[in-house]
């Protein structure tokens, strides 16, 4: 019991180091997003209007990710297909 008990310990010691170097090494980018994840979490920029879905569109949704498993994955993407990338 004694090993689970410093595993865990250790776990959660790594895991506030690594949250103290990722505020001080986080870009503008990063900052921006972990701000607007923290919006929705809390709940502060909500719609007044409550989204809702119908039971058939529930339904329909259930069914569309049913059916995409009916198709295998391949190996290998094509890499031309997608188009081009542009740097700017």
Do not use: H
């Not at 709940?43 to 809702?52: D, E, F, I, L, R």
């Amino acid at each position: 019991m004694k090993p689970y008990k410093l595993c865990g310990a250790a776990c959660l010691l790594l895991s506030l180091a690594v949250q103290a170097v990722e505020q001080e090494m986080s870009s503008p980018y990063q900052r921006q997003t972990e701000k607007w994840l923290q919006l929705q979490v809390a709940g502060k920029q909500q719609s007044p209007t409550a989204q809702v879905a119908t039971p058939s569109e529930r339904e329909q949704s259930l069914q569309r990710w049913l059916d995409s498993y009916k198709y295998p994955i391949p190996e290998f993407f094509k890499q031309d297909a997608g188009g081009s990338l542009k740097s700017n």
